[in-house]
T-cell receptor
Framework: EADIYQTPRYLVIGTGKKITLECSQT?????MYWYQQDPGMELHLIHY???????EKGDLSSESTVSRIRTEHFPLTLESARPSHTSQYLC???????????FGSGTRLTVV | QKEVEQDPGPLSVPEGAIVSLNCTYS??????FMWYRQYSRKGPELLMY????GNKEDGRFTAQVDKSSKYISLFIRDSQPSDSATYLC????????????FGPGTRLSVLP
């Protein structure tokens, strides 16, 4: 079944740790995105990619980095986690001719 | 003023009611409009995608766009407890995902 997968679903980690949030999609979509979602707030775009070896920062300043070495894989890395990084991170994808996004179930990150 | 405004709710209605969810926006250049449904602890899923003004119907759901008033609506007929979720509107002036602007969402509860 074509889908988009995020792991882990929940993560509690200590300040200063390096973490990588995984996102993979099986739909062959060329466009992928990372959003940050806080309760009652708008989704904010933090990174996006329009294809392999193409990554851009979104409108929300973020200390995270991303890579796109394979079409299906778009991991997000935080080199040194801080409590201010506590949030839900949503990965999404869209394909040529597709309108709107397919979202993953999200990773809920808590930095203590 | 935020680009997209949406009443956060919560909105509680009895089963079978007609639900009206709304967003207002300030950017007259927006012409792509979307509604997403997000269940608790899940990612958003695309419900409706419309271009420019007018109505679009899909089963119990009708999306309406009034560009002259900068106002969009989602109507749910014969609401069911399974419709209980947060509904997000999103819009853009083009079809490039990095330019989508999301509302904060309206939390809906349909009571049996």
């Amino acid at each position: 079944e074509a889908d988009i997968y995020q792991t882990p679903r929940y993560l509690v980690i200590g300040t200063g740790k390096k973490i990588t949030l995984e996102c993979s999609q099986t739909m062959g979509h060329d466009k992928m995105y990372w959003y940050q979602q806080d309760p009652g707030m708008e989704l904010h775009l933090i990174h996006y990619s329009y294809g392999v070896n193409s990554t851009e920062k979104g409108d929300l300043s973020s200390e995270s980095t991303v890579s796109r070495i394979r079409t299906e894989h778009f991991p997000l890395t935080l080199e040194s986690a801080r409590p201010s990084h506590t949030s839900q991170y949503l990965c999404a994808s869209s394909g040529q001719g597709n309108y709107g996004y397919t979202f993953g179930s999200g990773t809920r990150l808590t930095v203590v | 003023q935020k680009e997209v405004e949406q009443d956060p709710g919560p909105l509680s209605v009895p089963e079978g009611a007609i639900v009206s969810l709304n967003c207002t926006y300030s950017n007259s250049a927006f012409q792509y409009f979307m509604w997403y449904r997000q269940y608790s602890r899940k990612g958003p899923e695309l419900l409706m995608y419309t271009y420019s003004s007018g109505n679009k119907e899909d089963g119990r759901f009708t999306a309406q766009v009034d560009k002259s008033s900068k106002y969009i609506s989602l109507f749910i007929r014969d609401s069911q407890p399974s419709d209980s979720a947060t509904y997000l509107c999103a819009m853009s002036y083009d079809n490039y995902g990095q330019n989508f602007v999301f509302g904060p969402g309206t939390r809906l509860s349909v009571l049996p």
